[in-house]
């Protein structure tokens, strides 16, 4: 029987307390903010909005955990333990976890159930599989000493995560986190709360002891005081570049933490005239950017399209787009494109479009708000094509369902267009010849470049940026050793 998400949405009791050292509490000054859905503008209720003397209490209890040794020194077997029945915990209460999802962020029901709690659940599973299978070094020294290399916890680790995946991007840094040792104080972002507080009570459930995974939700001044904290001993965050600047600046003038930051982008798809499948390009070009109403940090807001090829892409394009990806109730399992995250995004969205349609380029789709009448906050897919790789919409980071298309004469051409705005996440290649495909992938500046495809993606690759885009790597092994701080140990056996 189908579940009706109508009638679970209006009845959802969602979590709104801080949670620390094992329990809900209110923030210290008993301050709330409103949490509003876009989908329609409901109030879900109003969340203790953490502050420093929160942040505090929640770093105090995480030092005390990681000092008392109970997670840090734990078998490494009944570590990994915890974290597989964390794991199958989430998978238990994926439905709570989509429906949380998508009243926050009005994200379609339909991904969050099949996408955003499962990947998190697979993330803790496996990591947690990894744990037992993370080996030391002994090094080559002389017969009369040994040296040993071991990995250790940090400390405390800061994680500081956006709204447009949640749980997804929460999972990516506490499950290597907690894998490797430490202990976690986790800051979501003021439009998503919920998912982060469900999966803290979770933990718990599973038998992570209190304090070691801490979740603090608030604004600004909760983040800057986690970035601030002396104890901390790492800041791992993902959202725009400004305020991961801000995170290296409060890192710098506090205790010198490591600081891990990914940062956005303005991701290309270069498509040349001898593109293998064209049909296969526009798929991938159209779910690359108006999956989660392109609001994703690698959501590939770029088009450099081959001469060609352009008017018969652009044609495609235009048709696919307006036949799969039409603005609908985030609460329907049909629907595709939902809501922007709040009326400030949306705001922000239709001003760059503005910005698009007085510059020189041509809108040929979309450019409107949608579902005005809904009491919720959305924009219909846009497409500008002609656009000069110097413009405003080119160069920023939008974060919206809007793509720039623009002509290009050859490889090299969409190569230096491509490279030619500050961030460097990701790309992609679309062509018959595999030497051209090798010298992009060379010669792109990203962290994922992709060839004939789009937005694939492993457990097992790690996932960041260059340039603006930010340093350090989420996923896989490299995460992992992220995560922790190298030891030598000297044996004199003389």
Not at 51 to 71: C, K
């Amino acid at each position: 029987m189908t579940k009706n998400w109508t009638e679970a949405a209006a009845q959802a009791q969602l979590p709104t307390q801080l949670f620390i050292d094992g329990e809900f509490r209110p923030a210290r000054s008993g301050k709330t903010f409103a949490n509003h859905s876009p989908i329609d503008g409901r109030l879900l209720g109003n969340v203790a909005e953490g502050a420093s003397e929160d942040v505090d209490m929640a770093v105090t209890s995480g030092i005390r955990a990681f000092e008392d040794g109970t997670w840090r020194w734990m078998d490494p077997a009944e570590r990994k333990k915890v974290l597989l029945r964390l794991a199958d915990l989430i998978r238990a209460h994926n439905e709570e976890i989509a429906l949380a999802e998508t009243l926050d962020v009005g994200k379609p029901i339909g991904d969050t159930l099949s996408v955003d709690g499962l990947s998190a659940a697979d993330c803790f599973q496996w990591y947690a599989e990894a744990i037992d299978k993370f080996y030391g070094e002994v090094a080559p020294t002389s017969a009369e000493r040994i040296a040993l290399i071991t990995r250790e916890p940090l400390g405390v680790i800061g994680a500081v995560v956006p709204w447009n995946y949640p749980t997804i991007i929460a999972s990516w840094k506490i499950a290597p986190a907690l894998a490797a040792g430490n202990c976690v104080v986790l800051k979501p972002a003021e439009q998503s709360p919920s998912s982060a507080l469900i999966l803290a009570r979770l933990a718990v459930e599973a038998g992570v002891p209190p304090g070691v995974f801490n979740v603090v939700t608030g604004g600004p001044a909760a983040g800057e005081a986690l970035g601030r904290d002396p104890r901390v001993a790492k800041i791992a965050f993902t959202g725009s570049g400004p305020v991961g600047r801000k995170f290296l600046q409060y890192a710098g003038e506090s205790n010198g933490k490591q600081v891990a930051v990914e940062a956005g982008g303005k991701s290309p798809q270069i498509i040349l005239d001898d593109v293998p499948n064209l049909d296969a390009a526009v798929s991938a070009v159209a779910w690359g950017i108006f999956y989660n109403a392109g609001q994703t940090c690698h959501a590939g807001s770029r088009v450099l399209v081959g001469r060609g090829v352009h008017d018969e892409f652009l044609e495609r394009l235009v048709k696919f787009t307006a036949e799969n990806f039409i603005p609908g109730d985030p609460l329907s399992t049909e629907t595709k494109l939902g809501a922007i995250v709040s009326p400030e995004q949306a705001d922000q969205v239709m001003n760059y479009i503005s910005i698009g349609t007085e510059s020189n380029a041509e809108l040929v789709l979309g450019g409107q708000r949608a579902r005005t009448d809904s009491g919720g906050t959305y924009v219909n897919p846009t497409v500008f094509t002609n656009v000069e790789t110097s413009s405003q919409i080119a160069q920023e980071e939008i974060f919206g369902p809007v793509l720039t298309v623009t002509p290009v004469n050859d490889l090299a051409d969409g190569i230096r267009q491509a490279n030619g705005t500050d961030y460097g996440l990701a790309a992609s290649i679309w062509t018959g010849d595999v030497t051209a495909a090798h010298s992009a992938a060379q010669r792109l500046r990203a962290g994922t470049v992709w060839v004939n495809t789009y937005d694939e993606a492993s457990l097992m690759t790690p996932f960041g940026g260059f340039n603006g885009s930010g340093f350090g790597r989420d996923r896989s092994l490299h995460a992992l050793s992220s995560y922790t701080g190298l030891k030598t140990t000297w044996i004199s056996l003389s």
